[in-house]
């Protein structure tokens, strides 16, 4: 490959591969199983990223590992709706378009574990998005690093990962026992126990692996829910959950342990929904990371027969959202007034200044509304967050 017996891109590909191995002394190269690949969106991506894509793609790239994609800045097939100009979509649509050619899923979400690339445990693979690189770790017990868009374009174009870090035995450890003692009730609490083991993770002079205790049971939802919280609070791609996740069982749990109790996630809670301060919000929206067909059945449920007075976002990908047409749950949904942002999210969408304040049960998209979109935030447990949609 480095040679180019098989094209420019793919040599392309395997330097990129090569120089991370040598910088993180890979002993070798693994084939990856799957790949997942970030840097979808044009508002991050910019005429650099698609230049480079395009590049890619003109040098006769072609995946050798099922890939699929990240949330785009639309969606693909309804933009207009979701109040998207021209210019953007035209653009979004050329990043799609190079990935294509390219022989990528151009299947746009966060949680592509809910609709077929799913990897099994001990796989090795190479994965993006950090909510989801922590959910093939930890839930599914498969071996990914966090990859930039480039490695992880790169390792869907060859085959191949570099041998280092998560994919190692050695570094799959855990270095701190977290007891949980507060109750968890559905997905923002699990949002809310990530910020607060996120941000406990962090203060340390050195990162460790979680292996949290005292959680009795958990849901895909309530997992993907901690997964996205607990990368953005506290930077992490695995943690372990005694008596849930695989790996758990192989190890014992750390002498040195941390004690998080109700007054951690209520502290948590309230840091994410202080900021609202009175204001009235504007802007609804479930899915982040992208809602699961049961999160949906759920929606639809309580909003059958209702209407909505905000603006009003159910985000997910769009396999999820075919099984929603067949099962009439998008036609209670919309006829209640909220609307399908498939492919996309609230958090890579260009929707900046468009909105106030974000009513979400997701701790992730609290994070990013704030930072990213300098809106106000109001982080609320997922039938409330309905309920505001329809104040
Ligand atoms: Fe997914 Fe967008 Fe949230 S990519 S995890 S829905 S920020």
Redesign the pocket.
């Known amino acids: 490959m480095l040679a180019g017996d098989y094209g420019r891109s793919t040599r392309k590909a395997m330097e990129i591969l090569t120089a991370l191995g040598t910088i993180y002394a890979a002993d070798r190269m693994v084939p990856v199983a799957s790949v997942q690949i ?1 840097g979808v969106s044009f508002d991050n991506l910019g005429e650099a990223g698609l230049d480079f894509l395009s590049e890619m793609a003109a040098g006769g790239g072609q995946v050798c590992a099922l890939t699929t994609l ?2 785009a800045g639309m969606d693909i097939e309804n933009w207009e709706a979701l109040g998207i100009d021209a210019d953007f979509a035209h653009n979004q649509q050329r990043v799609i378009e190079a990935y294509a050619k390219m022989g990528v899923v151009t299947t746009c ?3 592509p574990y809910l609709f077929g690339n799913l990897p099994h445990f001990g796989e090795h693979i190479a994965w993006a ?4 690189v922590c959910y093939a770790n930890s839930i599914l017990g498969a071996r990914t690093n966090r990859e930039g868009g480039p490695s992880a374009l790169a390792a869907a174009l060859t085959g191949r990962t570099p041998r280092y870090g998560l994919h190692l035995d050695e570094n799959r450890r855990p270095g701190l026992t977290v007891q949980i003692e507060a109750a968890l009730n559905g997905t923002r609490d699990f949002g809310a126990l990530g910020v607060a083991v996120g941000r406990a993770i962090e203060a340390r002079k050195e990162k460790a692996i979680p292996f949290l205790r005292g959680i009795p049971a958990a849901t895909v939802d309530q997992l ?1 829910s901690l997964c ?1 919280s607990i990368a953005t609070y506290g930077g992490l791609a695995l943690f372990h959950m005694e008596g849930i996740t695989p790996e758990s069982a192989r190890f014992s749990p750390p002498d040195e342990t941390l004690v998080i109790g109700q007054g951690d996630l209520d502290e948590a809670i309230c840091s994410l929904d202080a900021s609202l301060a009175g204001g009235e919000v504007d802007f609804v929206s479930l ?4 809602l699961s067909l049961s999160e949906i059945q759920r929606v639809a449920a309580l909003l059958q027969g209702k209407r909505v007075r905000k603006t009003f976002w159910i ?1 997910t990908a769009r396999p999820t959202k075919r099984i929603a047409d067949q099962m009439g749950y998008t036609a209670v949904i919309e006829a209640a007034g909220a609307v399908f942002a498939v492919d ?5 969408a260009p929707i900046k200044g468009r909105f106030k304040a974000l009513a979400t049960d ?1 701790a ?2 609290c994070y ?1 509304a704030a930072a990213k979109n300098g809106f106000a935030t109001r982080f609320l447990p997922f039938d409330e967050v309905i309920e505001e949609a329809l104040k």
Request: proline share 8%; charged share 10%; with cysteine.
């Open positions: 970030a990240n949330p979400s966060c949680t998005e950090s909510s989801a993907k996205a899915g982040c990371p992208h985000t996309t999210c609230c958090v890579v997701s992730k998209a990013y």
